[in-house]
């Protein structure tokens, strides 16, 4: 395996010789809207997207920031955190050069390693696991980030841990599973097909094997938020549109306000912080609550995702409007002011994903919304934003954090760079 | 609410006034492949069904048998088993009365029911969740079925069990998690976006608060079986093309032998047994085995999934075909033989999903196979396939059946009738 620069090949370049689903599979969900062409574009990360043409095509590895981070939101995500179980740091960083080349790999398309599935020696395990060889690329995006427990005594990273990178605060209401939270290390995958989600992250834990286990993953199978203005804002499962104001790829100037690190160490200017949040939704309580206060709680129209007393899902908020009678129709405490207000400012990238785990042993759906935002400064974006939310947002009724992480996301990968190589220099 | 016999309305004639994701978003997984038409014909249950044009087409609901048993399998699903909570039988058969008529909407890619999630008294709960508004049909079926518990003395139906639904036998290896299994009524959810497939299971849970509980539900995330000559054979989680001989939508003669059900309890004619089985599968052991010792256990080479000694996926399997040095190429304990023989011709229907559902606690993906099968008689179809391969298949090394459910699944319904209507008339 080498971890040498890669060229992403155009989409229709992919692994000679084995058949592309795409090509005959009109059932598959990663089908090539025809007539807009398979062998659009590959977009740097980083930069200004272009609408999406294909969501089979192959998003590009390296750029000045981590791709899934402003891409264009793909449908699917599987999100793993590992614990580091070696102790050894060359090790270590072995494992990361290693998964350098097979998320570059993966990412455009290619099985995780030369070879792969099935032209490796017949007498070893194969390089790939194959179940995404019929699969093309789906806009695969692998973003990695460290957790705090990284920057422990074992790897001599304790100098080097941002200050921003912070032990998140206990919120009210946090019911948090520490089989669902932290970890040392996350990678968030996301595609739109979920069985290339899951076959990427599948590998990387078997290149791990002896280095890394999983400590936990999320499956999520319904993007919650748009992160680019060529995508409409979708539905989260209490059926509203929740995130209209997100920060979107467009708009550089507020990414570099509020999403991209300018200072702290060096290893993190152009970086990002992560938070992921499992938020269990209680649906089945949701679901005997009337329209009327449904949209009190959130803010919104539920047809139109307007805010209240406007027609339109993007018109501004006007906390001053009043309906007949006199009566203000957005409500102090609603999620739509809590979210925006009392920041300074502050603005988030969300980009969550619907979940369902089964049951939860009491008759109820496991659902809920598996919240991921990223900021330049969690301790003056995240963190204040959720405490307005935790104490005063009337829609926590309904609402249980049930799992929690905080990583530290490094920029993007100059041609040869491998993940985490400006940490570890 | 009304369950009178509703027209499958063309998929351009849905919910005016709302906009449908498929015409703007292009990032979404049901995208119609343009060109095709979005107009597609809608094709009846049971009848020969047309190559699959645009995913996102409504299947009907109505027809001789259910849908989403021989429907051209699609690429997500939402199972889930219900305990029935109620002991009033009049109470249950209303609800089952008001479930078809919110099955028979929601396939149609309509809201639960009319009013639905914004259209109704502002003082009252939706009469829909509203995560789907956006959303099409993306071939969303529901197909019911009746599990063993039902058949006890609640509600008189006892004498109404049929003989074939038997309580499946303990098969060696089974280490069986009673939270995920049995159930008084099932419903499988089958569709090509997974948010439309969760919003229908979601929906039918909310309407049946206080009379129905969830036991347990599923997610799988990629179909692992063809059930139509349209489509090609899926991968499962160990990169192998498995059940390429199933039966296939256009063989009805193997269906009617193999699948429907023609004696026993009249309320079951056209109808047919569903077995299904949550298969862990430990793929982090499976991929450090070599990739010679995967082909023998499998039966097929992994590329192309064709029988060891043969070319194409298609081709028979010969059991006596030798390789190099006369060394019989495929073993009598590999999976596709045993699946395949020492059953007297019988075959069964595949339609499993891959899954993955976080981690195991132990440093591993909880991932698997989510095995849905139909036959016509479990007794002599499934049960000694299962107990062939769960005594004899290498495989099992690598297996662990952690979920169990047998239910009886009625024939399909004419206009005006409900989901039961003959089991409790």
Known sequence: MSDAPQQVPAPAARRGGVSRRGLFGLAGAGVAVAGLGAAAGVMAAGEQPAPVADTSAPVAFRGQHQAGIVTPA??????????????????????????????????????????GAVGGPRDAPPADTGEALDLPASALTLT?????????????????????LIDLPRFPHDDLDPRRSGGDICVQACSNDP???????????????????????????????????????????????????????????????????????????GGTYLVARRIRMHIEIWDRTSLVEQEDIVGRAKGSGAPLGQRDEFDAVDPHVRGAGGVPLVADDSHIRLASENLGGARILRRGYNFTDGSDGFGHLDAGLFFVCFNRDSRTQFVPMQRALSTRDRMME??????????ACPPGLADGGFWGERLFS
């Open 74 to 115: 793909q449908d699917r995500m599987h999100f793993v955190a590992f614990d580091v179980t070696t102790r050894d740091r060359a090790d270590l960083v072995r494992l990361l050069r290693d998964w350098t080349a097979a998320a570059e790999r993966m990412t455009a398309g290619k099985e995780a390693a030369e070879g």
């Open 144 to 164: 990695i980030g460290f957790g705090a427990s990284l920057f422990d005594d074992r790897f001599g990273l304790a100098a080097r841990r941002p200050e921003a």
């Open 195 to 269: 069985q290339v989600a899951v076959h990427a992250i599948r590998n990387l834990a078997r290149i791990g094997f002896g280095k890394v286990s999983v400590r936990w993953s999320q499956l999520g199978f319904g993007r919650t938020s748009a992160t680019s203005t060529t995508q409409v804002t979708p539905r989260n499962l209490f059926g509203f549109k929740d995130g209209t104001n997100n920060l979107k790829a467009e708009d550089p100037a507020a990414l570099a306000q509020h999403v991209w690190v300018t200072e702290g160490p060096e290893w993190m200017v």
């Open 398 to 407: 309904y609402l249980e954090h049930t799992g929690s992480g905080h990583f």
